[in-house]
């Protein structure tokens, strides 16, 4: 195992398969194979910002699987505590086409995934704890209530330590059972959260807010430090006990691909927050990073690497 890790994330993975052509997927008969899964895509991210990075999971023992597997070898995240699970398989979705820059929408194949079953017993301390901050998503929590668990003791465990913890919501109603059970699991889990990161619309389904302020009021009231409300092509709004501020989005010629957007934002956020940047430049880095994912095809193809980075802020400064 790694003696010192930046960030541990925390949930599935999936083949994902992409339409090659427009159309219901139904009618598609060509795809582009993919890994897929919040968690995975900011470990994908915060790895080729050149931060050390590893994934807790469970994945089958399959060809799915294995090419998950491929892709944390290929972007140099720690496999360490990626489980392989003999008796359930690995995850696997569809994705249409988005010729408009709207939503594509998604077929879902993961009910009895090998990551359904993680559980406490998954979480092993000497590996997390040694991380100097952990990323969770809403989706893991979702999948059944050992993995909800599981968050919940990551999360604790963390702060326990003296660590940060960032939480997005990133929204699967269709997962829960209830709306109020959504609502509830995830304002409790957010309530151990350091960073919270919700997009607007999903701020006002978990608190009933409607403007943004009220929105950051109500997580800053329940214990976090700093409250991150994505607002799409307005930018984000930040606040915290130090202040509050709007920053301006980066504008887009052309929408591809809304899936990863936030994905790519939180990887943004975190990666300036641990290099010690100040919270205005760790989310105008995040709305550019979320820009950037929008603009292709794929989960994480758009995340960017170290030197595009450094070139991006080189010419800020020019």
Known sequence: MPTQL????????????????????????????????????????LSRLGLKVGWVSRLGNDSFGQFVRDTLAAENIDASCVEVD????????????????????????????????????DFVPSYVTSARHLHLTGINP??????????????????????????????RPALWASRTE?????NDLASLADIVMPGFGEGTILTGKEMPEDIADFYLNRGAKLVIIKLGERGAYFQSSEGAQIVPAYPVAKVVDTVGAG???????????????????AVARGNWI????????GDSEGLPTRAALEQHEAAIRA
């Open 182 to 186: 959504m609502v509830e699991t995830l």
């Open 142 to 171: 979702a999948l059944s209530t050992e993995t909800r668990a599981l968050s919940v003791h990551a999360a604790r465990e963390m702060r326990a330590a003296g660590k940060t913890v960032s939480f997005d919501p990133n929204l």
């Open 263 to 281: 994905d790519g934002f939180a990887v943004g956020v975190m990666s300036a927050l641990l290099e010690g940047r100040s919270v205005s430049d």
């Open 290 to 297: 979320g820009a950037l994912a929008i603009q292709v095809i």
């Open 6 to 45: 930046d960030v541990v994330t925390i949930g599935e993975a999936m083949a994902l398969f992409v339409a090659e052509e427009s159309g219901p997927l139904a009618s598609v008969n060509r795809f582009v194979k993919r890994a897929a899964g919040a968690e995975l895509n900011v470990a994908i991210g």
């Open 86 to 121: 003999p008796s359930r398989p690995t995850g696997m979705m569809l994705k249409t086409k988005s010729d408009d820059g709207t939503d594509p929408k998604t077929e879902y194949f993961r009910r009895g995934s090998a990551a359904s079953a993680l559980s406490v017993s």
